[in-house]
């Protein structure tokens, strides 16, 4: 890998790779800088914020970069729903996807976003509110949305960590 490139939203995604950077001493650029400073066909790990099940400015980093690795940042726990992010974001199946669970706070939302979310935090969350016999990750879901929760963790790279390291080692 040459690079870390994000596309990020509300920042999670730009805490998360440059935590990436800090781990792995991999320079990190936005995506929009990156298409001045990071030449086409580069080695690159990408993360990018999830919306709807799709990772952000994959599709533009896959066509201009070698995309090794891809990392999605969202609200729902670290790494669960990559099948579905794979399926919806059209990933290769050669291509490893780690997901991240990033901070959520609705005044950081902008525009369609902040009223798509906050449309959600009202009729999810009430759904959650009155659910009986909630699972653990249902009670963390409800409490990022009722106390805008910080989630951003070095610990939660571990699994992209790993996989780095490996690639490391299978190059020398």
């Not at 902040?114 to 009729?123: A, D, G, P, R, S």
């Amino acid at each position: 890998m040459n690079v870390i490139i994000y596309t990020s939203n509300t920042g999670s995604t730009e805490q998360y790779a440059k935590l990436l950077s800090r781990e792995t001493e991999l320079p990190v650029y936005s995506l929009k800088d990156a298409k001045k400073k990071v030449s086409a066909d580069s080695d690159i790990i990408y993360l990018g914020w999830i919306m709807a099940g799709k990772v952000k400015g994959y599709t533009y980093a896959a066509k201009h970069y070698k995309v090794h690795a891809v990392c999605g940042v969202g609200m729902a726990q670290t790494g669960t729903q990559t099948d579905v992010i794979r399926k919806k974001t059209a990933i290769p199946v050669d291509i490893p996807i780690f997901t991240l669970q990033g901070n959520f706070n609705l005044k950081n939302l902008r525009g369609i976003y902040h009223l798509m979310m906050e449309i959600m935090v009202k009729t999810a969350g009430k759904g959650l509110k009155t659910k009986q016999n909630r699972t653990p990750e249902e009670d963390d879901m409800l409490d990022m949305m009722l106390h805008d929760g910080k989630r951003v963790r070095v610990q939660n790279l571990r699994d992209i960590l790993e996989w780095y390291i490996k690639q490391k080692d299978n190059k020398k």
